[in-house]
């Protein structure tokens, strides 16, 4: 099979890694992956993943690939070409590619759509309004006290939601999206939601259309410091499984929010095939759904697939082929780490381009992976690209363990005012010891 990724983080570097093991895979291209994906060779010959360099929101140039070269799959990472219609454009083409199509992708397009959705189908969310008007958005929120969270309607790179502790701060962030057009068309229409107490953690589910296998816990860290401070970021770390939720509690996540939400694409002819990626309140009264996203998380993928033990294509395949209800998931009981090394001044502004070392060192410690995110190759060295640089990912017996290797991995690789939190699955570890 000849597979061809979309986009370039830490994500794609590790379902490029996963899909490389499989023994189905014999050619693989990512567009426009990054150092560490053109360095990831197939299992079955060893041959190289290439890069081609082609945007991962260039969709003309991507088609004009495809139809060249054929893959027999498409799988794509990003949220900005699902909702673009990536999935639509190729399957006129006849071309198979895994992801919801941008009917399907609304769930994390439109908060908006999300939103009124939840409300349909009784998935419990947090008390929510719809505005496009300021003075009735300042009437709603305050109602709840000011305590909300205001939210752009559409796509404004994981930035446009402001958490509100009061009116002055609720009227501002009304004034910013809905007068001043701060994040613009995004934010044209906004979602305001009560703001909810508890904690938060991240679910995927692999779905073709009929059926969604829910996969284990994980938590990312949002905050750019330790201890949850700083600005949100796409995410500076992650861990599998997350203790709070016990297994029937999971069972209920299924029942209160998954099957209604697949009874409900059901009923409005949504065929969703792809990762449901619902974030999760964790609040006195059950689990509340605070945002749905429709693809992989990051760095919740590479917690995920380095616990994962089915072979990522057939997964993959049987989301689009809908035959989902023929597979197990199945997972490693081993608990898994990542630790995100940003640039220095993420997820403001930051310099690229600086040379990272230790990666060969890095690289021959056991148990651990470096998924590379934002990196280039210059000549021999592989330099900085983005904010997030790297997530060092290791395997551990338990957290503990996990955490210790993933550190360790850390203090070997450097580079000019690389940041990372010193506190990733600290919270796991506090909460077992209550
Ligand atoms: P979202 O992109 O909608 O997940 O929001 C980004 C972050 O804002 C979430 O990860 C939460 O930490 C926080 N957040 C969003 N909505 C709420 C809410 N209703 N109550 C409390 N925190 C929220
Ligand atoms: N880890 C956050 C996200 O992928 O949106």
């Known amino acids: 099979m000849k597979l061809l990724v979309i986009g370039s983080g830490g994500r794609e570097h590790a379902l490029v890694w996963k899909l490389a093991q499989s023994a189905h895979v014999t050619q ?29 929101e260039d969709l003309p140039n991507l088609l004009a690939f495809a139809r060249e ?62 505005f496009a008007e300021p003075k009735a958005a300042k009437d709603f929120a305050a109602s709840l006290d000011g305590r909300c969270a205001v939210k752009a309607d559409g796509l404004a790179l994981g930035k446009g939601v402001l958490i509100c502790s009061g009116m002055a701060e609720a009227d501002d962030a009304i004034d910013q999206m809905l007068v001043k057009g701060t994040f613009g068309a995004a934010g044209s229409r906004i979602v305001i939601q009560e703001f909810l107490e508890g904690t938060e953690i991240s679910l995927h589910a692999l779905c073709d259309g009929r059926t969604a296998k829910l996969f284990p816990t994980a938590q990312d860290h949002k905050r750019a410091l330790d201890g949850d401070h700083g600005l949100n970021t796409g995410g500076m770390g992650c861990y599998s499984p997350a203790p ?36 999760l309140m964790l609040t ?21 697939l380095t616990r994962l033990e089915n072979d990522l294509f057939e997964l993959l395949d049987a989301s689009v082929a809908g035959t989902l209800d023929r597979v197990n998931l199945t997972w490693s009981s081993m608990a898994s780490v990542c630790v995100v090394m940003a640039s220095g ?37 592989v330099q900085t690209a983005g ?17 210790d290797a993933a550190y360790k991995c850390v203090e070997e690789i450097r580079f000019d005012r690389a940041c990372y939190r010193r506190d990733i699955a600290a919270k796991a570890l506090q909460w077992r010891e209550q």
């Open 345 to 381: 001044g993420y997820p403001g502004s930051y310099e690229k381009g600086k040379p990272i070392r230790g990666l060969e060192e890095a690289g021959r410690l056991e148990g651990v992976k470096v998924f590379h995110a934002g990196t280039t190759r210059s000549g021999n060295a």
């Open 28 to 56: 693989m291209w990512c567009a426009p992956g990054n150092a560490g994906i053109a360095e990831e060779q197939l299992q079955v010959d060893q041959s190289l993943v290439e890069c081609v360099r082609i945007s991962a």
């Open 69 to 130: 070269t054929k893959p027999d799959l498409t799988v794509v990472g990003p949220d900005n070409p699902l909702a673009m219609g990536v999935v639509d454009l190729f399957q006129r083409d006849g071309l198979r590619i895994w992801g919801p199509n941008q009917k399907a992708a609304r769930f994390e397009s439109s908060k908006a759509f999300s939103q009124e959705f939840m409300a349909r189908h009784a998935i419990p969310s947090a008390r929510s309004g719809m």
């Open 284 to 304: 006195p009264e059950g689990p509340k759904v605070l945002e749905f996203n429709a693809r992989f998380g990051d760095p919740e993928t590479q917690v995920y």
């Open 244 to 279: 709070f939720l016990t297994d029937e509690a999971l069972d209920d996540v299924d029942t209160c929010i998954l099957k209604p939400w697949i009874q409900g694409c059901a009923a409005e002819g949504i065929d969703f095939r792809g990762i449901l990626y619902p974030g």
């Open 387 to 403: 904010g997030r640089v790297l997530g060092v990912t290791a395997l551990g017996s338990d957290l503990v363990s996990a955490c």
